[in-house]
């Protein structure tokens, strides 16, 4: 198996048996999405579902959004053979993970769920929201999907302070 990771802002399409398009999730939003009869898949993953209205987008970053990434996506399936009315669809991520950032994940989740009955897509498996990370294997021809709950991280135990005997450098 050849495995392809991708990262935020980054896309994948294969029509080949033997790969798997791999990411890990926080906040952000994976989509899946195969042809059964072309044999054709492929992954996006992407930060935030649109830029809001007072934000700039620099040139390079807009498929970090999912109305970019969506469309790279799509058409890369389709130049590869692919038919808008045969995709399905399979949506992972949009974890609200930091209680401090407000509710992104939910917002991403939304926007994917809302961009696939715009588009007329069907959804298969979703896995979206909670508060925890998932990896997400997707081998594009065959159609199959793992994804898994990241474990939580251990807790870091917390450090005494050292102080030195004459001095006033405190090491930790």
Do not use: W
Request: charged share 20%; with cysteine.
């Amino acid at each position: 198996m050849r495995r392809i990771p991708i990262v935020q802002g980054e896309h994948r399409v294969v029509a080949e048996p033997g790969v798997i398009i791999s990411t890990l999730l926080g906040s952000c939003v994976a989509v899946c999405l195969q042809d059964p009869v072309a044999r054709v898949g492929g992954m996006n993953h992407f930060l935030l579902g649109e830029p809001g209205t007072e934000s700039r987008v620099e040139q390079g970053e807009e498929q970090r959004y999912g109305v970019h990434a969506m469309e790279l996506l799509i058409n890369g399936m389709m130049q590869r053979g692919a038919m808008r009315t045969r995709l399905r669809a399979h949506l992972y991520g949009g974890a609200n993970i930091i209680a401090g950032l407000g509710a992104i994940g939910s917002s991403n989740a939304a926007f994917a769920r809302q961009f696939m009955e715009t588009e007329g897509i069907a959804i298969g498996r979703c896995e979206l929201g909670g508060t925890r990370a998932r990896k997400v294997e997707f081998m594009p021809y065959e159609g199959r999907v793992r994804s898994s709950l990241v474990a939580d991280a251990p807790p870091i135990a917390p450090v005494k302070p050292i102080k030195l005997p004459d001095g006033d450098v405190e090491l930790f």
